[in-house]
């Protein structure tokens, strides 16, 4: 923290410095850091898991990347080549996306243990889909970048499902992550005017 302090500069004119009574400080609090996140089941391959680091990369070609960890049956899969969906459910899903991420798909099948949810073959990737999702990206692996507990899957965008009608913005509720085994979902829409 001394180093970070050492190399600071100071605020801008007009800006006070926080008080340091105001602040608490973590050297272990990664979850604090991410909430709230869209909470997406990912295929690798054939199977599923629940994911909340994941985010657009780039627009033309249109990237998209995945965090997976290390422990993960996922990870395996990715890094021997796999290709993955990512797969948008609305709220009304989460128990099984929470299944999806409380079982090894090395263990079990995840498939079996779903409520609602089921399989479908991808048409441009060897992936499955979720029927149910609202929105899905079909992704090529581009590139597989490991970090110590996590690796990142990239994939090139192959094609893009969406249910019509079921997108309107006000309407739609997805399942948010608030860090460890807590959820939440959107609940009002505002829109920016200029």
């Not at 979850?31 to 599923?48: A, E, I, T, W």
Request: aromatic share 12%; charged share 25%; glycine share 4%.
């Amino acid at each position: 923290m001394d180093s970070l302090k050492a190399h600071a500069l100071p605020p801008p004119e007009g800006v006070c410095p926080a008080p340091q009574g105001s602040f608490k400080t973590l050297e272990d609090a990664y979850f604090l850091g991410y909430v709230p996140r869209v909470v997406s089941l990912v295929c690798v391959k054939d199977n599923p898991l629940a994911v909340a680091w994941h985010m657009p990369l780039n627009k033309k070609p249109f990237l998209y990347a995945v965090a997976l960890a290390k422990e993960n049956h996922s990870h395996l899969l990715a890094q021997e080549g796999a290709d993955f969906t990512v797969n948008f459910l609305p709220f009304e899903y989460l128990w099984d996306i929470i299944t999806a991420g409380s079982h090894h798909g090395n263990q079990e099948n995840k498939w079996d243990l779903f409520k609602d949810i089921k399989p479908v073959k991808a048409l441009k990737v060897d992936a499955l889909m979720v029927d149910q999702a609202l929105l899905i990206y079909e992704c090529k692996r581009e590139v597989f970048i490991s970090f110590p507990d996590h690796s990142l899957l990239v994939g090139k965008v192959e094609l893009i499902h969406y249910k019509r009608g079921r997108l309107k913005v006000s309407k739609v509720k997805y399942p948010l992550h608030m860090g460890k085994n807590y959820f939440s979902k959107n609940s009002r829409t505002y829109i920016y005017k200029r």
